[in-house]
């Protein structure tokens, strides 16, 4: 079993920067696909982003790219997701999440945290 627990969410002004924080249970993390997806009031939750079990390899939504990076710390059982140029489009609450397979670009995850929210400002 893992467990994720997110932190890093807030309310920032159109523009700014967020850093969201994972942490995971556990010492398989190293094995695990690492994602973030958010879900915004009346909306299904969206995927975000991705990253493979090394970090090398990473997957972004069209709406976030170039402006968000995934990142993890194998050490530590983190996966970071940092967030700039941030619009009121990007409120949300946002989820980490992991699997198993080690397939980047599926996007059916064996494990949820609770959800971190993040209020963006015009």
């Known amino acids: 079993q893992v467990q994720l627990v997110e932190s890093g969410g807030g309310l920032v002004q159109a523009g700014g920067s967020l850093r969201l924080s994972c942490a995971a249970s556990?010492?398989?993390?190293?094995?695990?696909?690492m994602g973030w997806f958010r879900q915004a009031p009346g909306k299904e939750r969206e995927f975000v982003s991705a990253?493979?079990?090394?970090?090398?390899?990473?997957y972004y939504a069209d709406s976030v790219k170039g402006r968000f990076t995934i990142s993890r710390d194998n050490a530590k059982n983190m996966v970071y997701l940092q967030m700039n140029s941030l619009t009121p489009e990007d409120t949300a609450v946002y989820y980490c999440?992991?699997?198993?397979?080690?397939?980047?670009?599926?996007?059916?995850?064996?494990?949820w945290g609770q959800g971190t929210q993040v209020t963006v400002s015009s």
């Open positions: 990253i493979n079990w090394s970090g090398y390899s990473t």
């Open positions: 999440a992991a699997k198993w397979n080690i397939d980047i670009t599926t996007m059916a995850y064996d494990y």
């Open positions: 556990g010492r398989t993390f190293r094995n695990l696909v």
